[in-house]
Nanobody, 125 residues
Framework: QVQLVASGGGAVNLGGSLRLSCAPPEGHHTGMAWFRQSPGKEREGVACMDYGAGETFYAESVKGRFTISRDDADITYLQMDDVKDEGAGVYYC?????????????????????WGQGTQVTVSS
């Protein structure tokens, strides 16, 4: 059952920027994680925010270029800057009703209970 909706995907030039959004699910949730699935590859963790600890975590491949944030409307964003070829793929946001360690979640795609449809990002040179 789709409970999260990721949006904001589209075409981006190599080195360009794009911002993805994830609308909050109904009910309590304790953080948000972004995952990416590129063609022919396994889904991989990209970024995660732990609301309780106020901490953010990133995959090494996106550190310094991607930023996860959350606004007062509880929408979570993934700001993608200096996008590289490997940035192409379908991006998904996932969360859970119970606290989850970001470091574990990022290494365990599909392990969280609340997920939804992704948004496609294509990178052109």
């Amino acid at each position: 059952q789709v409970q999260l909706v990721a949006s904001g995907g589209g075409a981006v030039n190599l080195g360009g920027s794009l911002r993805l959004s994830c609308a909050p699910p109904e009910g309590h949730h304790t953080g948000m994680a972004w995952f990416r699935q590129s063609p022919g590859k396994e889904r991989e963790g990209v970024a995660c925010m732990d609301y309780g600890a106020g901490e953010t975590f990133y995959a090494e491949s996106v550190k310094g270029r991607f930023t996860i944030s959350r606004d007062d409307a509880d929408i979570t964003y993934l700001q993608m800057d200096d996008v590289k070829d490997e940035g192409a793929g379908v991006y998904y946001c996932e969360t859970d009703r119970v606290p989850f360690p970001c470091q574990i979640a990022l290494n365990s795609p599909r392990s969280l209970d609340v997920w939804g449809q992704g948004t496609q990002v294509t990178v052109s040179s």
